[in-house]
């Protein structure tokens, strides 16, 4: 049976980390293990005692995708999970979906999720298909809740450090294109925290134009417009525009 190893990246947000570890804590199938890779400093002494299961490793600051290269490095599972920090599972069912999934011989599984606004908006639902063709255009994939075998990085390497804002998206295409099925668990299974701290913001756009270039360029792709999940979450067919 597949046991799962949940990466958690933080850096400085230990009052939403806690939320994050209690609802991985809540699953009704136990992952192998909780590795919280901080970035900044303070993790472990907002983890403290929580679980056994749970270690802290330092990143000594050297960003979120080397962060999440350390914590697949470490871990013993022979699935990845990742949840950000600021994200939360509301599916205490889900590792044991995917669970299932991986004995029937699954290799990369992601779900639906809600994009939940800190302001009070109403929740907003996330779901998508993707596949090698729909990740050309858009990524339609959250990376909270995306669980895969680990072998993956064996044949295609780690996360891309040179693509600090679209390293998800990069790693959904190289996984789709090396033709492995993704797998569509089609129910929320997680919470997307809306917030002004998150790393797509506004404020942040020219780097992030930057970095959807190079993403272009390096998979041969037409220019791509820049949008994040919030974005194509509200100009999904039926949704109006959130206020």
């Known amino acids: 049976m597949s046991s799962i190893s949940i990466v958690i990246p933080t850096r400085g947000r230990p009052h939403f980390l806690k939320q994050a570890l209690s609802s991985v804590l809540a699953q009704s199938a136990a992952p192998k293990e909780i590795i919280v890779v901080d970035d900044g400093e303070g993790a472990a002494d907002a983890v403290g005692h929580l679980h056994p299961s749970i270690t802290v490793l330092d990143n000594r600051r050297r960003g979120p995708v080397p962060a999440r290269n350390l914590g697949i490095a470490q871990a013993a599972g022979d699935c990845i999970c990742f949840l950000d920090d600021d994200d939360w599972f509301i599916d205490d069912s ?9 004995a ?17 908006r109403p929740n907003l639902p996330f779901a998508f298909h993707a596949d090698a063709d729909t ?3 858009d990524n339609t994939i959250l990376i909270s809740g995306v669980v895969y075998r680990r072998s993956l990085h064996d044949a295609l390497g780690p996360f891309d450090e040179a693509l600090p804002f679209y390293w998800d998206w990069d790693w959904y295409l190289r996984v789709a294109r090396a033709g492995h099925e993704l797998t569509h668990v ?4 997680v919470a997307i925290r809306v917030h002004a701290r998150n ?3 506004e404020s942040l ?4 134009r930057a970095n959807l270039d190079m993403f272009s360029t390096k998979h041969a792709l ?8 919030l974005d ?12």
Not at 205 to 208: D, G, L
Not at 222 to 229: A, E, G, T
Not at 232 to 243: D, V, Y
Request: charged share 15%.
């Open 94 to 102: 889900y590792f044991g979906t995917v669970a299932q999934a991986f």
């Open 205 to 208: 756009e020219a780097q992030r």
């Open 222 to 229: 037409p220019p791509i417009p820049l949008k994040n999940h």
């Open 104 to 120: 029937q011989g699954a290799g990369f599984c992601y779900a639906d999720g809600i994009m939940a606004f800190e302001d009070g």
């Open 186 to 189: 089609q129910r929320p299974v």
């Open 232 to 243: 194509i979450a509200t100009q999904a067919p039926g949704k109006l525009p959130s206020t």
């Open 199 to 201: 790393m797509s913001g």
């Open 135 to 137: 990740l050309m255009r």
